[in-house]
T-cell receptor, first 117, second 117 residues
Framework: AQTVTQSQPEMSVQEAETVTLSCTYDTSENNYYLFWYKQPPSRQMILVIRQEAYKQQNATENRFSVNFQKAAKSFSLKISDSQLGDTAMYFCAFMKHDKLSQGNLIFGKGTKLSVKP | DGGITQSPKYLFRKEGQNVTLSCEQNLNHDAMYWYRQDPGQGLRLIYYSQIVNDFQKGDIAEGYSVSREKKESFPLTVTSAQKNPTAFYLC????????????????FGPGTRLTVL
């Protein structure tokens, strides 16, 4: 069974600085997807960034980028130029790439990020 | 505007009662999902549906039931058999099967907070 571990329950960062959130996962699969979701105080889940395991290039979305280390099974999220609106819970998630597991996102327990002015 | 709506936002249930949580989407997505979120936990998959009149159990389906009579609707019933139903429930949808693939991310509704009195 796949597991996702986020070892940092809470983190804080000063506005405009950079912060990195850690995520490790355990799987025997070779083809899969990894995601970072953001859940602000409104509790609306928002997709931040996605990485396909077969791609070596790290995904980037504006101020958000990942460091995907497939051999180490590590998938960290870097937020550059942190903004107050980045304050949220961040969840790392895993999904196998096969029709039998359609929809089965495996989530970590989350990291609560606070951006301080 | 296209999106996913969930109602009600807050729901209170007495022990022994069944309650139904509504989820509607106007995104023309084929696949829909129900997740449960507990404090300090990530999301866990309850049920999912890839097409109308078909659905599959997720990791924690016991005590829950669903139906998918229309493409845009995927209601979740929390039955009296669910021993610990107090939680935050999130509905999601994605354009087609094999969720997670490029352009096929899951989009989430705003959630329903269920409390058992």
């Amino acid at each position: 069974a796949q597991t996702v571990t986020q070892s940092q329950p809470e983190m804080s960062v000063q506005e405009a600085e950079t912060v990195t959130l850690s995520c490790t996962y355990d799987t025997s699969e070779n083809n899969y997807y990894l995601f970072w979701y953001k859940q602000p105080p409104s509790r609306q889940m928002i997709l931040v960034i996605r990485q396909e395991a077969y791609k070596q290039q790290n995904a980037t979305e504006n101020r958000f980028s990942v460091n995907f280390q497939k051999a180490a099974k590590s998938f960290s999220l870097k937020i550059s130029d942190s903004q107050l609106g980045d304050t949220a819970m961040y969840f790392c998630a895993f999904m196998k790439h096969d029709k039998l597991s359609q929809g089965n996102l495996i989530f970590g327990k989350g990291t609560k990020l606070s951006v301080k002015p | 505007d296209g999106g996913i709506t969930q109602s009600p936002k807050y729901l209170f249930r007495k022990e022994g009662q069944n309650v139904t949580l509504s989820c509607e989407q106007n995104l023309n997505h084929d696949a829909m999902y129900w997740y449960r979120q507990d404090p300090g936990q990530g999301l866990r998959l309850i049920y999912y549906s890839q097409i109308v009149n078909d659905f599959q159990k997720g990791d924690i389906a016991e005590g829950y039931s669903v139906s998918r009579e229309k493409k845009e609707s995927f209601p979740l019933t929390v039955t009296s058999a669910q021993k610990n139903p107090t939680a935050f429930y999130l509905c999601a949808s994605s354009p087609q099967g094999l969720a997670g693939g490029p352009g096929n991310e899951q989009f989430f509704g705003p959630g329903t907070r269920l409390t058992v009195l």
